[in-house]
T-cell receptor
Framework: DTGVSQNPRHKITKRGQNVTFRCDPI?????LYWYRQTLGQGPEFLTY????????KSRLLSDRFSAERPKGSFSTLEIQRTEQGDSAMYLC???????????????FGPGTRLTVL | AQSVTQLDSQVPVFEEAPVELRCNYS??????LFWYVQYPNQGLQLLLK??????LVESINGFEAEFNKSQTSFHLRKPSVHIIDTAEYFC???????????FGGGTRLMVKP
């Protein structure tokens, strides 16, 4: 078990370009979450999956943001037509839900730092 | 809706002194409470959590937090801090569905020799 991994770790792009980030969760975990963290703030929830189903996406920041988890394993987060305000750390987390409700620990990856010029 | 407030953005303290990092939350439903720690250049790690039962929970490295329902607080304490405790600490809540964590703004603990 190598933990949650995210690629790339850093991404620099120009405004208007599309970017895609990948998250590989802990292998047996059925839930996968995406958060955004801006400088000096706590992480902000974006969306989550249970297996391949995206169960909550109303917190995605705009329709430029989309996420997929096609086979219930890795996930991608895409931002289209990036803006300077999208510059942030994008965090992925995973957990194993066994019907314990909110008590499942979320394990976080190291994040992808996006800089939009 | 839930929210978390961490009243102190930075807490400087000398080594071996006690420390308290404050966390207050608001929620219309029962919550589960967490403290996460982020060491420099590392990802978030769970420090401790309150789910049910005893209101005092402890971590393996000497931190403890007490759930106070009447004051809607979950303050983090350590009787004697060390240099290696220097990090950013985040308080977070989730509801019974556990589909998202709501984080506070974080408190930067700076331990000085």
């Amino acid at each position: 078990d190598t933990g949650v991994s995210q690629n790339p770790r850093h991404k620099i792009t120009k405004r208007g370009q599309n970017v895609t980030f990948r998250c590989d969760p802990i292998s047996e975990h059925n839930r996968l979450y995406w958060y955004r963290q801006t400088l000096g703030q706590g992480p902000e929830f974006l969306t989550y999956f249970q297996n391949e189903a995206q169960l909550e996406k109303s917190r995605l920041l705009s329709d430029r943001f989309s996420a997929e988890r096609p086979k219930g394993s890795f996930s991608t987060l895409e931002i289209q037509r990036t803006e300077q305000g999208d510059s942030a750390m994008y965090l992925c987390a995973s957990s194993l839900s066994r019907g314990q409700g909110g008590g499942n620990e979320q394990f976080f990856g190291p994040g992808t730092r996006l800089t939009v010029l | 809706a839930q929210s978390v407030t961490q009243l102190d953005s930075q807490v400087p303290v000398f080594e071996e002194a006690p420390v308290e990092l404050r966390c207050n939350y608001s929620s219309s439903v029962s919550v589960y409470l967490f403290w996460y720690v982020q060491y420099p250049n590392q990802g978030l790690q769970l420090l401790l959590k309150y789910l049910s039962g005893s209101t005092l929970v402890e971590s393996i490295n000497g931190f403890e937090a007490e759930f106070n329902k009447s004051q809607t607080s979950f303050h983090l304490r350590k009787p004697s801090v060390h240099i290696i405790d220097t990090a950013e600490y985040f308080c977070a809540v989730t509801n019974n569905a556990g589909n998202m964590l709501t984080f506070g703004g974080g408190t930067r603990l700076m331990v000085k020799p």
